[in-house]
Structures are given as C-alpha cells and as structure tokens.
C-alpha cells in the first residue's frame, strides 16, 4: 500500500516556467490537500478538494492552480513560477469524517524557483 | 483570522528525560486536536488526537493534555529516546468546517543522547 505518492522529489525552475507536481493517493480518500512548508512557518494550505470535481483555496492559493478529475489524484500547477514560491511542497489526503482528521501525508516535493 | 501557535520553537532533553510540548489555540471554536511529528526529510505523521470533549489521552509513550479554558495544549513523551528527535505540529480542526486542519508552526525537540 502506496500511501500518498508525490512527484518530483526535487525540481529546479526558473522564474516564469511553468510546472505540475503530481499527487496520487491509493487509500480511496475523499480529501485531498495541499501545503507548503517555509522555514519557521509551519504548514500553510494551498488547495484542497473534498472530492472529485470540487476544489477550494485555502490560505496562500496565489499563483497556484489544482484540478481533481479522480478520487486518485491531485496535481499542483505553478502557472509562472516566482522565486516566492521557493518551498516543499506535501500532499496530504485523510478520510475527512467528523471521527478523525488525520492527515497521510507525501513524503514532499522540494522546489526551487532561480 | 484565528491562529495555531507553538510557546517555544526548540526543545532539547537529555535521552531519557521527559519531554513537553505546548501549544496555543485562539479558535474556541475548534473542537478536534492532532499531534503531528515530522522527521527530516520526511511529511508529517500522526501520533495522537484529541477531542474538545476530553482533557487528556494516552498513547503509547506520549499524553496529549488539553485546557479548552486557556486554550493550550500540550504533548508529553514519556522517556524521550533519541528517535523522538523531530519537529512536531500541533493542529486544530472545526466542527462543521471542512476537516483541513490549521497548524502551528512547529517545536524542533532535540535529544542528547
């Protein structure tokens, strides 16, 4: 059992290039999620997706675009990338009941933006 | 906007030691509280929850202690071993939100062996 899969695990882009950072979850989640991690942050959402077809912003969604045409997947666009968005990057999907919130997260995608 | 913060932003014990955590919540709304450990170079796992109608749980070497009056928790690892050595997260959840969690910004524990 695979988990929550992402790739890149690393990626070096220059700024305006555009890129997708794949996520795949084999746990037949609903919930799907994206964050970033910066030094000293912590985790700040991106997007995440209550199912198929539906997405929503969460606190930092500039600059950002997802899609979630199956249960499986998630991908990240970056449509022009800016040395801001310089970070690691974790998918992360949970069953989203009020019993748990636990988050499976990836094992992250590290991104730097030149 | 409500926030998840973190007292200290490094810990260090000594290999045997017990270890405490805290964290603050501003959200007295938030109803469901997550532990999340995170290794270097690797995402975030759960260790332990804990829900707004509880003050304390148990786990496996660790204690999750909840105080909804000044709204703080806090994580307790029992015998802290050098594998304890992590970042850890607090989160918090609302009721009738969408379940993504809001999370701290993270307490480095370092342990001397």
């Known amino acids: 059992n695979a988990g929550v899969t992402q790739t890149p695990k690393f990626q070096v882009l220059k700024t305006g290039q555009s890129m997708t950072l794949q996520c795949a979850q084999d746990?037949?989640?609903?919930?799907m999620s994206w964050y970033r991690q910066d030094p000293g942050m912590g985790l700040r959402l991106i997007h995440y997706s209550v199912g198929a077809g539906i997405t929503d912003q969460g606190e930092v969604p500039n600059g950002y675009n997802v899609s979630r045409s199956t249960t499986e997947d998630f991908p990240l666009r970056l449509l022009s990338a800016a040395p801001s968005q310089t970070s690691v990057y974790f998918c992360?999907?949970?069953?989203?009941?009020?019993?748990?919130?636990?988050?499976?997260f990836g094992e992250g995608s590290r991104l730097t933006v030149l | 906007g409500e926030s998840v913060g973190l007292h200290l932003p490094t810990l260090s014990v000594q290999e045997g030691d017990n270890s405490i955590i805290n964290c603050a919540y501003s959200?007295?709304?938030?109803?469901?509280f997550i532990w999340y450990k995170q290794e270097s170079g690797k995402g975030p796992q759960f260790i332990i929850d804990i829900r707004s109608n509880m003050d304390k749980r148990q786990g496996q070497r660790v204690t999750v202690l909840l105080n909804k009056t000044v709204k703080h928790l806090s994580l307790q690892i029992a015998a802290t071993q050098p594998g304890d050595s992590a970042v850890y997260f607090c989160?918090?959840?609302?009721?009738?939100?969408?379940?993504?969690?809001?999370f701290g910004r993270g307490t480095s524990l370092i342990v001397h062996p």
């Open positions: 959200n007295s709304a938030s109803d469901y």
């Open positions: 989160a918090e959840n609302t009721r009738g939100g969408s379940y993504i969690p809001t």
């Open positions: 746990m037949n989640h609903e919930y």
């Open positions: 992360a999907s949970s069953t989203g009941t009020p019993i748990t919130g636990e988050l499976f």
